[in-house]
Structures are given as C-alpha cells and as structure tokens.
Nanobody
Framework: QVQLVEFGGGLVQPGGSLKLSCTAS????????MGWYRQAPGKQRELVAS???????NYADSVRGRFTISKDSANHTLYLQMNSLGPEDTAVYYC????????WGQGTQVTVSS
C-alpha cells in the first residue's frame, strides 16, 4: 500500500499563493494519473487537477489558469502551485491517483481569509 503525505497548506490572504507538495512511498507517478483533490466544509471531495504519466495536465474549470500541477517522478513528489487564491479555495487538499487507488492521506488545510 502506497502512503501519501500532503503538506504545504496554511492561511493565506485573498489573492495570495501557496505551493502544496505530496510525497508517495512508492514509484507511482510514472505509471499512474495523479490528481489533487479538495474537500471544502459541507461539500464532496472534488478533483481539481490531474497529470498523466507523460505530463499532460487537466484542471477543473474553477481553478484553470490559477493552479498548476507538476511532478518530480524521480523524487516521488507531486506539486500544486496555487495563485490568485480566493475564499472559495478554502478546503483540505489531498493527492491520490485518478481514479483513486490508495487510502487518503491526512490532507493539508488551505484557508484563504483576510
């Protein structure tokens, strides 16, 4: 079972930026579509960005143009650069394969507030 650990969240003002990281205990980035998901209070978890083994990316409409997903397969690390953050981006962010194949990690909290 691959373990996923997310970190890099925090409190940021509207318009600010954060970069999230996710490390995996196994070599999955080169063989799996990887995704960043988020779950806001009272809402279902949603996929916001994904990246294929070949590096093709896709984004939810709500984050396209503001978020960038990338990876370092050699170091088993997935990233999510988030710019122009707004209160609607407040959520716990998780990484996993798409579709999900592993247990959820603890996630990392992102709070956008002034």
């Amino acid at each position: 079972q691959v373990q996923l650990v997310e970190f890099g969240g925090g409190l940021v003002q509207p318009g600010g930026s954060l970069k999230l990281s996710c490390t995996a205990s196994g070599s999955i980035f080169s063989i799996s579509v990887m995704g960043w998901y988020r779950q806001a209070p009272g809402k279902q978890r949603e996929l916001v960005a994904s990246i294929t083994p070949g590096g093709a990316t896709n984004y939810a409409d709500s984050v396209r143009g503001r978020f960038t997903i990338s990876k370092d397969s050699a170091n088993h690390t997935l990233y999510l650069q988030m710019n122009s953050l707004g209160p609607e981006d407040t959520a716990v962010y998780y990484c996993n394969t798409w579709p999900r194949a592993f247990s959820w990690g603890q996630g990392t909290q992102v709070t956008v507030s002034s």
